[in-house]
């Protein structure tokens, strides 16, 4: 069974300051997903990370990949306030639509 | 392009009912799968409906049931609901060919709540 860990599952940060989620599965995928929420809200799609050492960025986050690890990480770069939202990592069944999310890291970034 | 909508967006029902909510997907998606998103459990998957034929179900009662019409709009149903079954219940939609596995993009979610 394909289990998805995060960690950690809070963290509280300051501005300017730079951190990292990571996202550890225990199976072979094909593809990883990183997903943020905002209290209330839908799960808006972040990265698709595809293949062993992809990295993407976007703004202040980035998110890379090492399939051999089984390893994602989601790098915050000098965080603002605007950031803070709860941060999922999915991983997908192979051959199949059904995403296996990790428990969610809630992030707060303090003025 | 308009996103993924879900109704109702809020339900309020008692212990013993049962409740439909309705998915529609983005235009030319043909993929629904649907998620429960729980403080407790997390967000679980429970099944995925692709032109209209169920093809992947996650570890969820059979009192949790789904169907998706030739539009490829999507209904879920939960008969005898219990009070675990509170949860926002979200819909996603893909592009999705037999097998692929491109991102799942997710509506605003119905929050259930079971008195």
């Known amino acids: 069974e394909l289990k998805v860990e995060q960690n950690p599952l809070f963290l509280s940060m300051q501005e300017g300051k730079n951190y990292t989620i990571y996202c550890n599965y225990s199976?072979?995928?094909?593809?990883l997903y990183w997903y943020r929420q905002d209290p209330g809200k839908s799960l808006e799609s972040l990265f698709v990370?595809?293949?062993?050492?992809a990295v993407k960025q976007e703004g202040r986050l980035m998110a890379s990949l090492d399939t051999k690890a089984r390893l994602s990480t989601l790098h915050i770069t000098a965080a603002v306030h605007d950031l803070s939202a709860t941060y999922f990592c999915a991983v997908i069944i192979q051959g199949a639509q059904k995403l296996v999310f990790g428990q969610g890291t809630r992030l707060t970034i303090n003025p | 392009k308009a996103g993924v909508t879900q109704t109702p967006r809020y339900l309020i029902k008692t212990r013993g009912q049962q409740v439909t909510l309705s998915c529609s997907p983005i235009s030319g998606h043909r993929s629904v799968s649907w998620y429960q998103q729980t403080p407790g459990q997390g967000l679980q998957f429970l099944f995925e409906y692709f032109s209209e034929t169920q093809r992947n179900k996650g570890n969820f009662p059979g009192r949790f049931s789904g169907r998706q019409f030739s539009n490829s709009r999507s209904e879920m149903n939960v008969s005898t609901l219990e009070l675990g079954d509170s949860a926002l219940y979200l819909c996603a939609s893909s592009f999705a060919l037999a097998g692929g596995q491109e991102t799942q993009y997710f509506g605003p979610g119905t929050r259930l709540l079971v008195l």
């Open positions: 199976t072979t995928s094909d593809r």
């Open positions: 990370l595809l293949s062993n050492g």
